[in-house]
Each structure stands twice: as C-alpha cells, then as structure tokens.
C-alpha cells in the first residue's frame, strides 16, 4: 500500500522541525562548554597576590618618598563649656549694678587698654585704690595687679565689697606745697643713679613699700594717687620719681607708665622732668603714657633722652 501524499508531507515536515529543534539544543549545549571560566590555579592566585603586593610596595614608597601632609586636627564630637572668668564675671556684675563710673575717660582708659592687650597677663602697679581697681583687675586677667593707697579705711571700705583686689596700705610723709622743693632735690646727682627704690640716696625716692613691690618687675605702672588737689595733701611728686626709677631698674625690657591728672601742675612738671618728655609716647586728656627702656642694659645711658 502506498502512503498517501499528504501524509507524507507531514511527517517530513515533522522530522525537519525535531531535526532544527536537536540542532538548537546541539547549538545551547556547546556554547555552555566553551563559555570561558575564571580560572581557578593556585598559581594564577599567586600570581595576582604577587601583583597587588609588588603595586601595593611601589605605592607605599612613593607614599615614604612624598613629604607628609599636616594632620588635620579632629573636631571635638561636643562643644566645649568655658566658663566666664571669676575676675570679669565680678567685674561685669559691679558695673552693671552701680552708678559710680570709673575716674577717668573712654580715651583715657583706652591708651592703657591698648598696651594691656599687647601685654597681659603681666605684672601691673598701680598707685591708688578706686572705683576703677576691678576694671583693671579684669583687663589683666590672669596676671598681677596690685593697688597700693594711703587711706586705710578707703581700703577696708572697697575691699570689703570686691575682696579679690590685692591692695597694700601706704604712706606718704609729703605734701604738695613742697614741690618746688622736691622738685630741686630731684636734679641733685644722687636722684639721677639708677638704682633699687630702697638703696637709694634720693629723697623722692620711696622705701616703704611691701618687699613684693621692689622684687618685682612691673611691666606697667599707673600713677593715679595719692592724693594731690590741695596743699595739704601728699601730692604724686614720690610717686612719679619712684615709678621712673622702677622702670630704668628692670634688669631688661621696658616698662610703659601711665600718669593721670597731668592739667594738675605737680603731675605736669614732675612727669615731664623724671619720667622724660623724651620717652612721652602719647597724650590723651589727662592721661600720660611713657615707655621707659631698661638703663642697666647699656651702662651710660643718661637719665633722660
């Protein structure tokens, strides 16, 4: 019996179809085999841990070869708490608090802070106790101040209220209407030796101070007392010579003095003749500032300039 035609031609069509689909398969399953895969040697492993090695050496000797960066400083994770001072903190809440102003002007006060923001913390003398002391206190922070007055209940009354000042009693045996005659004492030879307050043969000179005050070196000094706006009173002539003679004593540097009321005629003249009008770095008002070199650095150096 023959097949029928059309039967024929199906199942020739049936075997090229499974004849495609065994060559797709064929196709699939050859190309899984040759895909490639990462190799798996221990000697291709060496081989890259050599190399990374060998890249890694290179690159830390470049590293020990280039100059090192600063390290940069690591921010602190919280904020740090900084208290206020004790000294201004006082300050602050006595001036805030009284109707009493400091004696002398914004300007004025303004020469000595500007020596102060230089300086501080330092050592700072000042002839007279006032309703300023703590301002200055305050503005030394950190440093040596030290008020020396004549009128002991003056002292007992202000340390009472702001006992942190450090405050000395002093006394002076002059008066102002003798400061024609003082002032001819001082032009003497002996008032013009450089020397320690204590040892010396001047009658300006003033030796009973605490031994504190001749040890030592004052960077700054104010004359702001005693007392000088009547005959009676002690007057600044002393003072101003002692100061002077502080400063030319130092063993070296220099020491800027500062003399306030000089409209007043002892405070003018004895100002200008024992601390120099050479060495006057400014006016402002009242207020005088010198800067006085040391004299025992160079031998010879005259009295004034």
Request: aromatic share 8%; glycine share 4%; with cysteine.
């Amino acid at each position: 019996m023959r097949p029928n035609k059309n039967q024929s031609t199906i199942n020739i069509k049936i075997i090229a179809l499974s004849f495609f689909f065994l060559l797709f398969l064929l196709l699939v399953a050859w190309s899984s085999f040759s895909s490639p895969r990462p190799s798996s040697s221990p000697k291709a492993e060496n081989h890259d841990d050599l190399s990374n090695s060998s890249s890694l050496s290179s690159t830390e000797e470049e590293d020990q070869t280039k100059p090192s960066a600063p390290a940069c400083p690591s921010l602190p994770s919280t904020p740090s708490c900084t208290k206020t001072p004790p000294s201004l903190a006082n300050a602050l809440v006595h001036y805030v608090t009284t109707n009493i102003t400091p004696q002398q002007t914004l300007k004025e006060i303004s020469v000595t802070l500007r020596v102060l923001e230089k300086k501080s913390p330092c050592n700072f003398l000042i002839f007279g106790l006032g309703h300023d002391s703590l301002m200055w206190t305050s503005l030394n922070h950190g440093g040596r101040t030290v008020f020396l007055e004549e009128d002991k209940a003056w002292i007992e009354q202000i340390t009472e209220k702001l006992p942190s000042l450090e405050s000395y009693h002093v006394t002076y045996d002059t008066r102002v209407h003798q400061a024609d005659g003082l002032m001819e004492t001082g032009m003497g030879d002996e008032c013009k030796v450089v020397s320690d307050p204590r040892f010396s043969k001047c009658q300006l000179a003033l030796k009973g101070f605490p031994t504190d005050i001749y040890d030592i070196e004052w960077d700054l000094i104010m004359v702001d007392a005693p007392t000088g706006y009547h005959d009676e009173a002690p007057g600044r002539m002393t003072a101003i010579y002692t100061a002077g003679l502080m400063a030319r004593n130092r063993e070296n540097g220099e020491t800027d003095v500062f003399v306030h009321d000089v409209d007043r005629v002892v405070e003018d003249k004895f100002s200008k003749a024992f601390l120099c009008e050479g060495y006057l770095n400014e006016q402002e008002g009242r207020l005088r500032h010198f800067i006085i070199p040391s004299h025992r650095t160079r031998s010879g150096r005259p009295f004034c300039p």
